[in-house]
């Protein structure tokens, strides 16, 4: 006679593959409730410890409850403890691997730290994000960016601070292959210029953090007005990705000391940069033409010579 099927275990999600957890566990923070948050950051601090300890322990070390940590699991697409407990440690052997005797990547800077330790620190933060924001990619939403933009009578760019730089750099790379686009860096700009959208444009909105009111607001607004919208955030379950027909993003470990560090822009960046070589692709001689005249454009300028001044001018 046949078994019967245990509904709970024949629903029970896989468990996370080790390489994901950590960077799964990142995104969620900004959605959790502040003791499940708080899990969250206390595994993060320390991935190898907390797999060593049981539920009970793991609740008491982030000062909240047993009951508690099993629903930060379940939040993060895990039906067990067991299976969160095998995932950190199989991450944080991933990282020792990956990191040999470099510093732990979750770690601060401290006050005490040498200019030798600071830099190992930041590179390897910075490697580090690039590697997981490759791996964490979603070529099909990336591929629907591409298509949107390409295809676009007009982009739109929003994004303040230093998501305000990354947006220049998108902005002056479709300039030069020449596309129709336009950077907004002020709020009130930009709500003026997404009250001009319509069908057939894109809106892009670029924040780390995706809790930016004053990026948020004006790609909702585009979104009402028919525009296709596209998110580039650190947190897949922020305000400004609920807002977007596609979310594009990074995976970047941010510390207190280094909040808004140059980390967070260089994964960003690179983003940018798939994006746009995909778009680049797809009109691939009338691309290469207009780099090339653009290139000229500067290279002539700066082969002439400067200028003679004459005494009047002095």
Same mark, same amino acid.
């Not at 994901?20 to 995104?27: E, H």
């Not at 860096?185 to 995706?210: F, Y």
């Given at each position: 006679?046949?078994?019967?099927?245990? *509904?709970?275990?024949?629903?029970?999600?896989?468990?996370?593959?080790?390489?994901?957890?950590?960077?799964?566990?990142?995104?969620?923070?900004?959605?959790?409730?502040?003791?499940?948050?708080?899990?969250?950051?206390?595994?993060?601090?320390?991935?190898?410890?907390?797999? +060593?300890?049981?539920?009970?322990?793991?609740?008491?070390?982030? %000062?909240? +409850?047993?009951?508690?940590?099993?629903?930060? &699991?379940?939040?993060?697409?895990?039906?067990?403890?067991?299976?969160?407990?095998?995932?950190?440690?199989?991450?944080?052997?991933?990282?020792?691997?990956?990191?040999?005797? =470099?510093? !732990?990547?979750?770690?601060?800077? !401290?006050?005490?730290?040498?200019?030798? @330790?600071?830099?190992?620190?930041?590179?390897?933060?910075? /490697? =580090? #994000?690039? @590697? %997981?924001?490759?791996?964490?990619?979603?070529?099909?939403?990336?591929?629907? #960016?591409?298509?949107?933009?390409?295809?676009?009578?007009?982009?739109?760019?929003?994004? /303040?601070?230093?998501?305000?730089? /990354?947006?220049?750099?998108?902005?002056?790379?479709?300039?030069?292959?020449?596309?129709?686009?336009?950077?907004?860096?002020?709020?009130?700009?930009?709500?003026?210029?997404?009250?001009?959208?319509?069908?057939?444009?894109?809106?892009?909105?670029?924040?780390?953090?995706?809790?930016?009111?004053?990026?948020?607001?004006?790609?909702?607004?585009?979104?009402?007005?028919? #525009?296709?919208?596209?998110?580039?955030?650190?947190?897949?379950?922020?305000?400004?990705?609920?807002?977007?027909?596609? /979310?594009?993003?990074? !995976?970047?470990?941010?510390?207190?000391?280094? +909040?808004?560090?140059?980390?967070?822009?260089? #994964?960003?960046?690179?983003?940018?940069? &798939?994006?746009?070589?995909?778009?680049?692709?797809?009109?691939?001689?009338?691309?290469?033409?207009?780099? @090339?005249?653009?290139?000229?454009?500067?290279?002539?300028?700066?082969? @002439?010579?400067?200028?003679? *001044? +004459?005494?009047?001018?002095?």
């Amino acid at each position: 006679m046949a078994h019967p099927v245990n *509904r709970q275990d024949a629903a029970e999600p896989a468990p996370e593959p080790a390489a994901d957890i950590l960077v799964r566990i990142r995104g969620a923070l900004p959605s959790l409730a502040p003791s499940e948050r708080r899990v969250g950051e206390t595994v993060l601090a320390d991935p190898a410890e907390a797999a +060593s300890l049981s539920i009970g322990a793991l609740g008491d070390r982030a %000062e909240t +409850s047993g009951a508690t940590v099993m629903r930060f &699991c379940r939040a993060i697409g895990l039906a067990k403890y067991a299976q969160l407990r095998l995932a950190l440690a199989s991450a944080a052997a991933r990282e020792d691997a990956l990191g040999g005797d =470099r510093p !732990s990547p979750s770690t601060d800077i !401290s006050a005490t730290d040498s200019l030798a @330790q600071i830099t190992e620190k930041i590179i390897y933060n910075e /490697v =580090r #994000a690039l @590697q %997981e924001t490759g791996n964490g990619i979603d070529i099909e939403a990336l591929g629907r #960016a591409i298509d949107a933009v390409s295809q676009a009578r007009r982009v739109d760019i929003f994004g /303040v601070g230093a998501s305000g730089f /990354v947006g220049q750099d998108l902005h002056q790379k479709l300039h030069r292959i020449g596309l129709m686009a336009f950077i907004w860096t002020d709020m009130h700009a930009a709500l003026t210029a997404a009250a001009l959208l319509g069908p057939g444009d894109v809106a892009i909105a670029i924040s780390h953090s995706g809790s930016t009111q004053d990026t948020i607001e004006p790609l909702r607004d585009a979104a009402e007005r028919g #525009a296709s919208t596209i998110a580039l955030t650190n947190y897949a379950r922020s305000p400004l990705a609920q807002s977007a027909d596609v /979310v594009l993003t990074t !995976s970047v470990r941010e510390t207190p000391f280094r +909040s808004g560090a140059t980390v967070s822009r260089i #994964a960003q960046l690179a983003l940018i940069d &798939c994006l746009f070589v995909g778009v680049a692709q797809r009109s691939y001689d009338d691309v290469a033409t207009a780099l @090339q005249n653009t290139y000229g454009a500067i290279h002539r300028r700066t082969r @002439q010579p400067a200028p003679r *001044r +004459s005494p009047a001018d002095s």
